[in-house]
């Protein structure tokens, strides 16, 4: 069975700092995948990055940031520099290889960024 | 523009009434999911489709319906069966072909009077 978890179900913190959403997953499967959605007031879901079990390459994108450990079975993800548009619940999802799998979400981290 | 859509935006039933929710794709993804999502409890999934004609249940299919006559569309229905339909819904897509991410449409927030 397939877990995903996200321990913070809420955080503040105030602009420009640095924030870090944890995920630690639980799989047997030995190729997976794993994913970050951003989902702002709106609703809709964004995603935001998907890294494969054999990738454990940490992955910067502007201000954001990744950090993959298997051996901790961690995905997590962090803000520099963060900013009111920042603002919003982020989810960590997994996935096994096999593009019709279905994906297992994490109850997701409310971030508010206050100015 | 390829992408989701879900309609309606906002929907009010009556209880005991049965309300279908939309879902379209122009994507051509094979495979197709419905959440279910409540305040604290992350999205639940609910129904997903590998392919035109089969469906599979997922961690809460109790109580909803699903079809996938089209490879375009994947309705929901929502039954007098589900004890407390109220809920945003999220459908989403897939392409199988290289384990990418899913797609998510807009949502519809169901609101049962």
């Known amino acids: 069975a397939q877990k995903v978890t996200q321990a913070q179900t809420e955080i503040s913190v105030v602009e420009k700092e640095d924030v870090t959403l944890d995920c630690v997953y639980e799989?047997?499967?030995?190729?997976?995948?794993l994913f970050w959605y951003k989902q702002p007031p709106s609703g809709e879901l964004v995603f935001l990055i998907r890294?494969?079990?054999?990738?454990?390459q940490n992955e910067i994108s502007g201000r954001y940031s990744w950090n993959f450990q298997k051996s901790t079975s961690s995905f997590n993800f962090t803000i520099t520099a963060s900013q009111v548009v920042d603002s919003a619940v982020y989810f960590c999802?997994?996935?096994?290889?096999?593009?019709?799998?279905?994906?297992?979400f994490g109850i997701g981290t409310k971030l508010q960024v206050i100015p | 523009d390829g992408g989701i859509t879900q309609s309606p935006k906002y929907l009010f039933r009556k209880e005991g009434q049965n309300v279908t929710l939309s879902c379209e794709q122009n994507?051509?993804?094979?495979?197709m999911y419905w959440y279910r999502q409540d305040p604290g409890q992350g999205l639940r999934l609910i129904y997903y489709s590998q392919i035109v004609n089969d469906f599979q249940k997922g961690d809460i299919a109790e109580g909803y319906s699903v079809s996938r006559e089209k490879k375009e569309s994947f309705p929901l229905t929502v039954t007098s069966a589900q004890k407390n339909p109220t809920a945003f819904y999220l459908c989403a897509s897939r392409d199988g072909r290289v384990w990418g991410e899913q797609f998510f449409g807009p949502g519809t927030r169901l609101t049962v009077l």
């Open positions: 799989t047997r499967d030995t190729t997976y995948y």
């Open positions: 890294r494969n079990s054999f990738d454990e």
């Open positions: 999802a997994l996935s096994a290889a096999g593009g019709y799998q279905k994906v297992t």
């Open positions: 994507l051509n993804h094979d495979a």
